[in-house]
């Protein structure tokens, strides 16, 4: 097996899923970082980022590309009326309650997914697309563009968590709740906002999913837990941990089958998970929380 | 707001009062996978058992008159929503038996754990793998198709007939893709094939392509996918095609899903076979297709004909048990012993005055004989479909 065909069937098809992993860690790693709790309802959320895209690609008959800022804002409204519906509620009480809630949530959007769009595959476009070849390293557009986004999508929000003022808020709470709070912080805005990015970048995420596999009501509760050990390995409330530790996860996951029977690829995420959670529980660069 | 809650309460309880005579019909379960990796097959299935439920009671009624009622559940094609469903239908509805779950994984653990125990009759139209005959079942889970032992080997063979002498076989890690990819080995493996790559996979991942390239190393460029069309075996097939692992992909039942042809389109899927049971020409299976078509049904959708019969069998064995749920499963074998009056699909009125006069009736069904053997399990025939128009046609019968 030559270096080419490694890059090709092994390390392609993991630095794209791994950049959608990493846009769901991102996700993760923020509510983790500000509101303190294990959001199970990403997964679902992504789902139903996905399944908006497709009914705004359905419906407008526009390609899915301009379909995902319409999905990423439709979903970021969902997240905060989520959070305004059934966490704000919890907030005071102890965070299990949250995650627990959070399952419900995750149940419910699937559900409504299942109604809406029903329980078939779909895909946003139909037929298949063979690669392009470039020096003999075959990748599509779709890929490139799968990549391409995810780091704008980071950078973008990484310069709104350094500059902005808003930013600033964000991280100061995250630090200290309290210490933000008499600082002056409001804090219900600063969570609003942490829903509206946690929203788009799961609709990103969804999207991206959909667009180089297929869409399914369970697209997003099977992603769950790659997207948690990424987090984690990153290093919980570091964004930039979690664009590494995606890009891990993913590259792993399919470099396994070269060396572990194929049928164990779907346990390398818990492996990494169980390794890190061992051995270095803070992740790879130091997380702030847990 | 007492007022209003007592108000309430009394609504309430006047709902449940309504509903009350409803407890008096006889309920019936069907489980499928409604939901999950086969959610593009079971609509027909769940159809066709229906239409099997409403002939009964547009010609009679079940026992003294009364209403048949189908109680769908969601088995989503796994272990655990099977066990969930079942125990739903069971303890709940109280349903006198089942038809389904449609999965091999759904239908063994829902068997084991809920209905084995509580003695109802299971009856499942396309649970195809061989674990299921092995079951500790005091005879009560049954399945209308075949075995995929049959399957299998009848697929080995047929391939090998063709001039395929050489194949990768990728098959879902469950009890459904084991069962078959065994038996296909085994018998591809015994007449002179060669397998260039034997490997399992777990459902629901996102990229499967390295494990294409595991399977594609060995040099084969035909791919044996042993899957469900609506879920990974759907991943699997559009990046093999997308990335040239493979030219020609064979499929089993699991494969023969319209989702494939939906998403990658017919022009892609040139070089796709895939095997399925079918019904044997038959008065009967000409019965029913006109009545499901009539309803609105497609009769030729994967595993119509399995459930219908399934359905319209256990309301046979129902009737002859005279509602008795602990005698379904013995009546179930008298009804379709190969012995007596022949009843063709969709004629309840007809078997309902035989069994009434004591006479032995024997169901002739849409998709064969259905007479079970010691396991429950019943023979079948097979044939290769290839993907033609917006939908699949028979190539050849195998066997």
Known sequence: MDALEIINFYLVPGIVIGSIYALGAVGITLVFAIL??????????????AFLALGAVTLGGVSPYVALPVAMVLTAAAAVMIDKAFYAYLRERPKIVTVMASLGVALMVRAVVQVVWGVDSETYTRGIVRPDVWFGIRIRDRELITILAMIGLVLALHVFLQQSKWGKAMRAMSDNPDLALLSGVDNKKVVMLTWIIVGGLCAAAGVFLGLNYELKAMMGWTMLLPMFAAAILGGVGRVE???????????????????????YKAATAFAILLLMLLVRPTGLLKGKVL | MNKFRTALAATLLGATAMAAPAQADVKIGLLGGVSGPIAAMAPAMIDSARLAVQQVNDNGGILDGEQLVAVVGDSACNPQNGTDAATKAVNIENVIGIVGPHCSGAVLAATNSVTIPAGVTVITPSGTSPEISGLNDNDTVFRTVPSDDF???????????????????????????KGLAEAFRSEFEGNGGEIAGFAAHEGEKASYRSNLAELASGGADTLVIFDYGDGSGLTMLR??????????????????????????GAENLTTFLSSAPVGEKSDSLEMFSKAFADVGGDPSAIFATTSYDAAFMLALAIEKAGGDKAKVSAALREISNGEGEPIRAGEWAKAKELIAAGTAIDYKGAAGDHNFDDKGDVPGTYALFKVSGDGFEVVSEIQ
């Open chain 2, 151 to 177: 399957q299998g080997r009848a697929l080995a063979r047929t391939l090998l007939l063709r001039g395929t002498a050489k194949v990768a076989v990728a098959y879902l890690n469950n009890d459904y893709g």
């Open chain 2, 239 to 264: 990046q093999a095609l997308e990335n040239g692992f493979f030219e020609n992909f064979v499929g089993g039942d699991g494969m023969k899903s319209d989702a494939p042809i939906k998403e990658l």
């Open chain 1, 241 to 263: 941990g979690a664009v590494l530790g995606g890009l891990i996860v993913g590259i792993a996951e399919e470099m396994s089958t070269l060396f572990l029977p194929t049928e």
């Open chain 1, 36 to 49: 303190r709790y294990a959001h199970l309802a990403h997964g679902d959320l992504a789902t139903l980022g």
